[in-house]
């Protein structure tokens, strides 16, 4: 993604938004086409949230005709604390899961609103991935792609929310009704935590911080 060419639809417009979340202000970055967009897509960073390496991203997106909405993960944490990568990594526990997917939702809302678009997709890296299988269980998106997000939360992590849900149902099934992922994984699913196998691909797990740009 971070290579992706831009598309045919070359007149993009980037704007920074600032988006009222249900208790704090999110900061975000709206990119669209000049045209009627084809559809919409919520993007999640990695840990280090917004920067130029995801407008730029949310901008090439907004060239095959994709209404954008990026939104900054650690809008619920003060602005002077979030400011490195170690102030970051160190307040991950203090995210809640029913403000992380808030945000994403209301990034939907502007691009259902504003753009005018009937389907919504959410997109994440590292860290955004691992809320993007979250929020795919959400029932909120039509289709959920995760680039390296975690399937379950690692031992000894606190999670302040619904357990992550696992990739039993993500991905072609084997002769035994079972997918790769859900036949190497040790978590347990459960019927709250499964992911429908039709809206959600997990191109890998491999962990990552992300780029610093």
Known sequence: ????????????????????????????????????????????????????????????????????????????????????????????KDLEDRYQLDMLSVAADLLVVEDGVSRVCVLGFCMGGYYTFKAAAADRFDAAVAFYGMLRTPDGRPTRGRPPPT???????????????????????????????ARCTAPTTRPCCGSAR
């Open 1 to 92: 993604m971070g290579h992706l060419k831009e598309g045919r639809e070359l007149d993009v417009s980037v704007e920074p938004r600032t988006l009222r979340g249900e208790v704090f202000d999110i900061p975000a970055v709206h990119a669209r086409p000049d045209g009627m967009p084809r559809a919409g897509v919520v993007l999640h960073p990695d840990m280090g949230g917004l920067r130029p390496l995801f407008d730029d991203m949310a901008r090439r997106i907004a060239t095959y005709g994709l209404a954008v909405c990026a939104v900054e993960p650690f809008a619920a944490i003060p602005e002077d604390e979030r400011v490195t990568i170690e102030q970051r990594i160190g307040h991950v």
């Open 167 to 197: 990739s039993k149902r993500c991905g072609p099934r084997g002769p035994d009704g079972t997918t790769a992922r859900s036949r190497s994984s040790k978590a347990p699913t459960t019927a709250s935590s499964t992911i429908p196998s």
